[in-house]
């Protein structure tokens, strides 16, 4: 079991930063791959980025790509997103996610834990 809690969302002009925060509770942590995912009113859930269990290696949608930096820390039980440059198309509710498969997948469908998600505002 993995029990996943997002923070560090708010309201941010365009151009700003914000650094979202995934707290992970459980032993299977530093096992499993871990993503962010967001959702827009009326859109799908979509993909954001993921890491794998040891950060050798991160994946990001081209949306994101040069702007957002995914990292983790196992020995805190940690995942973060460093989101700079954002822009009004960037708003949604973002979501931690952990995969128990050993790759990097972008599906939401194949996510086995998720979080409450956090709000995140950019104005223009």
């Known amino acids: 079991q993995v029990q996943l809690v997002e923070s560090g969302g708010g309201l941010v002009q365009a151009g700003g930063s914000l650094r979202l925060s995934c707290a992970a509770s459980?032993?299977?942590?530093?096992?499993?791959?871990m993503g962010w995912f967001r959702q827009a009113p009326g859109k799908e859930r979509e993909f954001v980025a993921a890491?794998?269990?040891?950060?050798?290696?991160?994946l990001y949608a081209d949306s994101v790509k040069g702007r957002f930096t995914i990292s983790r820390d196992n020995a805190k039980k940690m995942v973060y997103l460093q989101m700079n440059s954002l822009k009004p198309e960037d708003t949604a509710v973002y979501y931690c996610a952990a995969d128990l498969s050993s790759t990097m997948e972008v599906t939401p469908g194949t996510y086995d834990y998720w979080g409450q998600g956090t709000q995140v505002t950019v104005s223009s």
């Open positions: 459980g032993r299977t942590f530093s096992s499993v791959v």
């Open positions: 890491i794998r269990r040891s950060s050798t290696s991160a």
